[in-house]
């Protein structure tokens, strides 16, 4: 009995960190298209988490929330904060910090960063 509950632990933290992973990587994606579309730079190319939490989706299923914080640059001096906000498998939105004033994307907003609806 005590197997079965080490192997069920190790199976559920390899499941969370293969999906931790994947999420990482579709924000990083979704964030260096946006970043190009937008005329900024991504700076050091990395998404970093910041936030993980549970919350529901908009069939009100409980998912996985997580906010992974970067930085770019819009003139090559100063940076600025964004941040990617993966709900569940899904990319739910990216925001810029710009010095004209915060820039939200978000899925059905004509724009594809590999943001699906």
Known sequence: MTTAIALAVIVATLALWATSLRAREQALGATKRACRELGV??????????????E???AG??????????????DGHTRHLG????LGARM???????????????PGAGRDYGVRA
Do not use: K
């Not at 299923?61 to 819009?74: G, K, M, Q």
């Open 41 to 54: 730079e991504l700076l050091d190319e990395t998404v970093e988490l910041s936030g993980l939490g549970v």
């Open 56 to 58: 529901r989706d908009v």
């Open 61 to 74: 299923r409980v998912r996985l929330r997580r906010r992974y914080n970067f930085e770019f640059t819009p």
């Open 83 to 86: 941040w990617a906000v993966v």
């Open 92 to 106: 739910d939105s990216l925001q810029f910090d710009l010095p004209e004033g915060l820039t939200i994307i978000e």
